[in-house]
């Protein structure tokens, strides 16, 4: 079993930064990848960016973040983290940290594990 709690949502205004947090717990070792994802009101559930747990040494990002939002790891403390930078309204959505066992991919039912969201809101 995996256990992925996020935090570090909240309100900011456009142009602003957030950074969100991801701290597993469990079973999560080598051959696991992390994965964000977000989910806006009637939207589907949208891959964000991704990286292998251990040994990644490049993240994946969707088009729509590239330049903006960066991934890192802080192993001691078993976190992934989402910086995320130049936040724009369409950003507003939950986030998501999620995990499976394999590579990096982009489709949401293919990740086992989840945490249950935090609310990032982008809006002056």
């Known amino acids: 079993q995996v256990q992925l709690v996020e935090s570090g949502g909240g309100l900011v205004q456009p142009g602003g930064s957030l950074r969100l947090s991801c701290a597993a717990s469990?079973?999560?070792?080598?051959?696991?990848?992390l994965g964000w994802f977000r989910q806006a009101p009637g939207k589907e559930r949208e891959f964000v960016a991704g990286?292998?747990?251990?040994?990644?040494?490049?993240?994946t990002y969707s088009d729509s973040v590239k330049g903006r939002f960066t991934t890192s790891r802080d192993s001691a403390k078993n976190t992934l983290r989402l910086q995320m930078n130049s936040l724009k309204p369409e950003d507003t959505a939950v986030y998501y940290c999620?995990?499976?066992?394999?590579?990096?991919?982009?489709?949401?039912?293919?990740?086992?594990?989840w945490g249950q969201g935090t609310q990032v809101t982008v809006s002056s």
């Open positions: 990286v292998i747990w251990v040994g990644g040494t490049t993240s």
């Open positions: 469990g079973r999560i070792a080598s051959g696991y990848a």
């Open positions: 999620a995990a499976r066992r394999g590579i990096v991919v982009r489709r949401a039912p293919e990740y086992t594990y």
